[in-house]
């Protein structure tokens, strides 16, 4: 909302939010005759321990951003303040083979026993205090060349302050053809899992963590062929440093990991309004010694399209294909295969500015599953963790 109605080169957004939310993660452990010091392995994946860790927390976020333009300018100055905490927490630890269920409505151990204080998943009483500035110029220096920069800095409570830069040039050369040319600094602040989780098995934090640095450079270049029609191709190379991992359970900071690869669209409407997308992606992760990362899928495409079949109905589809996924170092079982993930969604809009949706998820029931990795007694599980078959779901967009 514009709280301040500034002139008409400077214009105001202010905004207050107020949320609550669950985040969390699951692993499947090893299988569950191991417990029962039968070291024997089992093929049925309902065997195995799942163990899993959620946390509740709240957050209010206050923003204030300021924007100034004219015609050689556009220049964004943005101040944040932020408030976060957990609220609670929940433990997970079940066997579906045993008649057990997911319930994360209370925060209760392996025996049923109430997690609290020294006992339970993540350390009480902590809380995160963040503020933040930026600001963001775009010069227009002349009909062919725009020169973006930009520099943020973030304030933790919990682990000190952080700057983010960019800086990009946007060359045009005609009316089909643009190259963009961009560097950008960022970082990424450790989550409550990683910083404070003090879970019995394979969960826990480490409060002296530092941020996630990541360098990117790209370049790209954007063609149109026609005006309907329009293809994109970008290069990049990113570099991130103090890697968050995960060692013996206990998360720390790792070596550097650098990604390169590169990404081709093209997208289409028709003389019908129809939308039509493909996107490739490749990458190629490395460790700081030169080495493949695995558990990273080096190939991605994707087929979208928006089908209005009248003024009221759309029919949206999507189809995304993963490639195959190699191993960790010491994982005897062979590479996760590749899948197919579609979706099909009908969308009525009514004429009060009300859309209602059905839509089908994973059309194609594939099998699609979650890498595991090796814990730190030194087993694995025989299966990994499934992730969702075919599924449905609705919902309804109302706009006033």
């Given amino acids: 909302m514009d709280l301040l109605g500034l002139t008409e080169k400077w214009s105001s957004y202010t905004n207050l939010r107020y949320r609550e939310y669950i985040a969390g993660t699951e692993i499947r452990l090893f299988p569950y005759t191991i417990l029962e010091h039968d070291f024997s392995t089992s093929d049925n994946p309902d065997d195995d321990l799942i163990v899993g860790l959620h946390i509740k927390e709240e957050n209010i976020k206050f923003s204030q951003r300021f924007n100034y333009k004219s015609d050689f300018q556009d220049v964004k100055i943005v101040a944040e303040a932020a408030y976060s905490r957990p609220i609670d927490s929940y433990y997970q630890q079940y066997v579906i083979s045993m008649g057990d269920e997911q319930n994360i409505s209370t925060n209760l151990g392996p025996y049923g026993e109430e997690l609290r204080g020294d006992y339970n998943i993540i350390k009480e009483g902590i809380d995160r205090k963040r503020w933040a500035c930026a600001v963001e110029d775009m010069l227009f220096l002349n009909p062919k060349f725009i020169v973006v920069g930009g520099v943020r800095y973030d304030n933790y409570s919990d682990f000190g302050s952080n700057w983010s830069y960019k800086a990009s040039l946007l060359y045009k050369a005609n009316m089909k053809n643009s190259f963009k040319f961009l560097f950008q600094h960022a970082f990424r602040a450790p989550s409550w899992l990683e ?206």
């Fill in 195 to 400: 910083l404070y989780s003090i879970t019995p098995i394979d969960f826990k934090g480490n409060s002296s963590l530092s941020p996630e640095v990541i360098d990117t450079y790209e370049a790209g270049w954007v063609f149109y062929p026609g005006i309907s029609s329009k293809i994109k191709i970008n290069g990049y190379y990113s570099k991130i440093s103090n890697t968050i991992v995960k060692a013996n359970g206990e998360y720390e900071n790792g070596g550097d990991i650098t990604l390169q690869g590169f990404e081709a669209s093209w997208d289409k409407v028709t003389d019908d309004a129809w939308q039509i997308g493909l996107n490739y992606s490749y990458t190629y992760p490395k460790d700081e010694n030169g080495n493949e990362l695995p558990l990273i899928a080096h190939h991605l495409i994707k087929v979208d399209a928006i089908v209005p079949v009248t003024d009221e109905w759309r029919v949206s589809t999507t189809a995304l294909g993963v490639s195959s996924r190699s191993r960790e170092e010491g994982d005897l079982r062979e590479k996760l295969d590749g899948y197919i993930d579609g979706a099909v969604s009908v969308a009525y809009k009514t004429n009060k500015n009300m859309e209602i949706w059905v839509k089908c998820n994973n059309i194609f029931d594939s099998d699609i599953r979650y890498p595991s990795e090796i814990n730190s007694a030194g087993f694995y599980y025989v299966d990994d963790l499934p992730r969702y078959g075919r599924f449905w779901s609705f919902g309804i967009k109302k706009s006033w």
